[in-house]
């Protein structure tokens, strides 16, 4: 009987019991429509109201998740579903599970995720008082224009909580998050693993909960959300910023060496200062961005990527090594010559505007050889995985 199933309609619960008894009647009525063998799952997270006595009451399976957060809800019922394809959606009444044989429909063209759509941008429809304003019009749209300039995502509203999967995706997703950003992470991922993946307009309407204030918190799920994007991102948190800044202070160095005057303004030793700092700082960002795209990988977070791979065959243990060594000779040959010169002035003062030009190259070029070395140790390490 469980082999029969095709679809699962899961809907997390924490106290829903003034919603969710139409919530299932709506998703018996969207099995029905879409033809398919289906149920209906309800995930509870701990209701002191009616939720479990309803939903059993009107047929549907319940399990019963203690780990608290929304994506720990969805995961534990998703866990539990028997069909090969699943629906998820609140038990709030926002969302019309009549509409279930739409994403069927799409199931049944080849789509891996079928991702609802409330804004306007992708054709859906946001009913008066059924999202706030900052949501509406700053949040989602945000979060969905970053995703897709991110990740390539092809998604118009990424926080949407009606979405249907299939259970293979799901499974080859391996998603982590507990909370809010659980659905963004499902969109993320299914978009870096190549997920075959459509959108639908849908309409949004109010939260039928009177007594029941929404889970959702503006500013606490909005910095899990966009932590999250800056984590599966390294390019674009750690990659980016850090050849910037490197390109900064060469910048920098090319003008304050010879002592150049544009537009008025000497570019002289202080100028050297502040771009070896920025050269220090991207070049760290870089490495760390390696690092972390890497572990990334090697951890399954993010899928296997074949730059990284012809970076670790173009970038190896010996070579990191050589170029540290070579960056770490020539710096010091640079603070050996800054000391001469203090020699030949009776290690007396001297003159700054031409000494510092030989000593903070030095320092800089000695500390970014010391960094290359230990680095070249530490990036080896993570990319055993991916020699040849």
Known sequence: MTDAIDLTIVMPCLNEAETLGGCIEKARLGIERSGVRGEILVADNGSEDDSVQIAEKLGARVIHVKKKGYGNALRGGIQAASG???????????????????????????????????????GGKILPGAMPFSHRWLGNPLFSRMARHMFATPIHDVYCGLRGFTRDLYDRLELQCEGMEFATEMIIKASLHGGRITEIPITLHPDGRKTQAPHLRTVRDGWRTLRFFLVFSPRWLFLAPGFMLALFGLAGYAVALPGLTIGGVTFDAHTLLFSSLAIMMGYQSVLFAICAKTFAINEGLLPKDP???????????????AIGALSFLAGLILLGAAVLQWKSAGFGRLDYAVTMRWVIPGATLTALGFQTVLSSFFVSILGMKHRP
């Not at 090969?84 to 049944?108: C, H, L, N, P």
């Not at 990284?308 to 065959?313: H, L, N, T």
């Open 84 to 122: 090969k394809w699943i629906v998820m959606g609140d038990a709030d009444e926002s969302y019309d599970f009549s509409e279930t044989d739409r994403f069927v429909k799409k199931f049944q063209e080849g789509f891996e995720l079928v991702a609802g759509c409330r804004l306007p941008s992708g």
């Open 307 to 321: 730059r990284v791979d012809r970076f670790f065959k173009a970038v190896y243990l010996e070579r990191g090594l």
